[in-house]
């Protein structure tokens, strides 16, 4: 499980509906580490956290205009490593995503797929580990 005082990097992302982004996160196994709203909009989430138990971790908030720190909504990618790419796969679908590509054994090892989730981001599931 990870801990967020180890995690040394996080992959950042701006949503359209932060707050529907953080129920499909949690469906693909993502936890909820920190979650900070607009104090005069609740429905704004300035800065919110969520592990990936087998390491790692993202933050991300609610899109908003004229903010140069982040990229548009959708334009993001990210490469999970799982024992179970299949198992991901098909959370990823049941929770609203769009399959880019169906689980596949690769050439250079492993095991991986890829799913646009409800905003358009990709995110890519394997059993690969770089070493």
């Avoid at 909820?32 to 919110?48: C, K, L, M, Q």
């Avoid at 334009?75 to 179970?84: K, N, P, Q, R």
């Amino acid at each position: 499980m990870t801990d967020a005082s180890t995690v040394h990097l996080w992959h950042s992302l701006a949503f359209r509906d932060a707050d529907a982004m953080i129920g499909w996160l949690k469906a693909i196994s993502f936890t909820e580490h920190a979650i900070y709203r607009d104090d005069t909009d609740p429905g704004v989430v300035v800065h919110a956290e969520m592990l990936w138990p087998p390491g790692g971790g993202i933050m991300f908030g609610s899109h908003r205009d004229g903010n140069d720190l982040t990229k548009q909504p959708g334009t993001g990618a990210a490469y999970l490593v799982t024992d179970d790419p299949d198992g991901a796969h098909d959370a990823a679908l049941a929770a609203g995503g769009r399959s880019l590509r169906a689980p596949v054994d690769q050439d250079y090892g492993g095991r991986g797929a890829s799913v646009a989730d409800p905003e358009g981001n990709v995110w890519s599931f394997g059993d690969y580990q770089p070493t």
